[in-house]
């Protein structure tokens, strides 16, 4: 099985800065595309940032700026810096991957638990 463990979520002022971690374990072949999307209470989930393996990033405008997605694919680890961080960020961070697993070699997607970020104004 694979799991995708997120770290680094809490609560901070607005204008201040926290850093997002995700690594993905278990029967993992390769991972392809690794990104970052939010939840806001009563919105739906939207992606915030993406990068491919071979290290192509995008980005929502919303973010474009202030966060930076990066990956470490020794340590099968997708990390969401961000940067002058504003109330309207506060919602839960679900870390996402496609991965492939080592038993049937297919592609599939999977999901963090999802971490939360709240700023405070």
């Known amino acids: 099985q694979v799991q995708l463990v997120e770290s680094g979520g809490g609560l901070v002022q607005a204008g201040g800065s926290l850093r997002l971690s995700c690594a993905a374990s278990g029967s993992i072949f390769s991972i392809r595309g690794m990104g970052w999307y939010r939840q806001a209470p009563g919105k739906q989930r939207e992606l915030v940032a993406s990068?491919?393996?071979?290290?192509?990033?995008n980005y929502a405008d919303s973010v474009k700026g202030r966060f930076t997605i990066s990956r470490d694919n020794a340590k099968n680890t997708v990390y969401l810096q961000m940067n002058s961080l504003k109330p309207e960020d506060t919602a839960v961070y679900y870390c996402n991957a496609e991965i492939i697993v080592v038993v049937t070699l297919r592609l599939r997607n999977y999901w963090g638990q999802g971490t939360q970020v709240t700023v405070s104004s």
């Open positions: 990068i491919s393996s071979g290290g192509s990033a």
